[in-house]
């Protein structure tokens, strides 16, 4: 789980660093009934919808610079990990505004301190 929220986080900051350096990365935590809830928010430049419907497709990037190791794998490793935790992972964006990954996790049920 650690490799997916680093996956996350190092992705907003190439969206920020992609936006001169100016935005925020948010990170929420909403705990539910019946599902816990990781929003991931970030201000950068926003994905295009013509992006969108690819992002979590193996091996895909609109990263130019593959040398640096961005060969498409990231959101895609990270879909496939949180199938394995019966977790899921869907993104929103409004380019020049934000994206937003929402990562939904089952409720676990409370057996005291275990």
């Known amino acids: 789980m650690v490799h997916v929220f680093y996956n996350l ?4 900051l190439h969206a920020i660093a992609a936006n001169g350096n100016k ?3 948010t990170i929420t935590l909403r705990p539910g009934d019946n599902q816990n809830l990781v929003y991931f928010n970030d201000t950068g430049p926003g994905i295009d ?10 091996f895909y990037t ?7 190791g961005n060969i498409g794998v990231g ?9 394995q935790f019966n977790a899921s ?3 929103l964006s409004e380019v020049s505004v934000y994206t ?12 005291g301190d275990d």
Request: glycine fraction near 2%; include cysteine.
């Open 9 to 12: 986080i190092k992705n907003a």
């Open 23 to 25: 935005g925020l990365i």
């Open 49 to 58: 919808t013509k992006v969108m419907p690819h992002i979590f497709d193996s």
């Open 62 to 68: 609109t990263r130019t610079n593959q040398s640096e």
């Open 75 to 83: 959101l895609s490793f990270c879909k496939n990990a949180l199938a």
């Open 89 to 91: 992972i869907r993104c």
């Open 100 to 111: 937003e990954f929402v990562l939904s996790f089952p409720s676990v049920a409370d057996h």
